[in-house]
């Protein structure tokens, strides 16, 4: 299916493109890389338009080849790109994978990049604000100061004007460099309509990840759902209670892109009008299907693979 029309979700964040080894072991040894595209929120847009979903993705792009890869291949996933500002004083980051004994390493390069120097002005926060979803995530306002001031001003215009906010906190402790993440993302929580957590993220900001502490902290920041999820499934706790739904095995090959994938599945979800259990189960499902191939978004899930992950899920359960 082919989504038209405008965008019911808008994303903002940092695109990347990732330099994946073709073997494992120390980059000092490894000799040649495979090229794909990443950034957390240009996969979760890449995701819900393979959903069958508008979607557009908004940032910063240097006026460089990387960035024109990017552009290329959002287009050709049918996502939004009128939003995006090409910027030739800074350049697209990128960043290189490493697999090692303890699991994959991750080097950045994106200091200085295009998209740290967004700040209010510098993005067209209408076409933002146009969609019935605004998608945001914790590592735009780690990028720079510019960058935290434009998250907030969207949050606050989203709140004001009717518009839902999705937030991923994605915590990438070396972007906030000193800081606390605590100070950056958490006056924001408030303002959230759907909230998606990792164990360690619901530790860190509501301080618990079981499903009593996190409903507590739901009601006492007025948040609207809150969802928590890892490898064995996931919960949602919202005003009607708390939902709870087991993953999906499957052999993971590369586990980077999955939590995006399993956002845009409930986003997915919650836009087709479905309850909240069933929002956790579609999304479990196109978490399981990211993490069983390699790439970043080159492994969000398409509708119809999602979709029978999901049948004979649902169909081993009768």
Known sequence: MEATGAPEVMALGEALIVMDPVERGPLRH???FRKRVGGAELNVAVALARLGHRVGWAGSLG????????????RAEGVDVSGVVLDAGAPTGLYFKEWRAGGLRAHYYRAGSAASRMEPGRVDEELLLSGRVLHLTGITPALSGGC???????????????????????????????RDPREVIGPLLPRVGLLFLSDEEAELLLGGSDPETVERARGRLGAGVVVVHSASGAFAAGREGVARREGY????????????????????????????GECLELANACGACAVAVPGDAASMPAAEEAFALLRGHRGRER
Not at 63 to 74: N, P, Y
Not at 250 to 276: I, M
Request: proline content about 0%; aromatic content about 12%; overall charge negative.
């Open 63 to 74: 006026d460089d080849e990387f960035g024109r890869e990017v552009l290329g291949f959002l």
């Open 249 to 276: 095995r499957v052999e993971a090959v590369d586990t980077v892109g999955a939590g995006d994938a399993f956002v845009a599945g409930f986003l997915s979800g919650f836009l087709r009008g479905w309850g909240t």
């Open 148 to 178: 935290e001031e434009l998250v907030r001003r969207l949050v606050e215009e989203a709140e004001r004007r009717g518009v839902l906010l999705s937030f991923d906190a994605n915590v990438r402790w070396r972007l906030f460099g000193g």
């Open 30 to 32: 490894v000799s040649g």
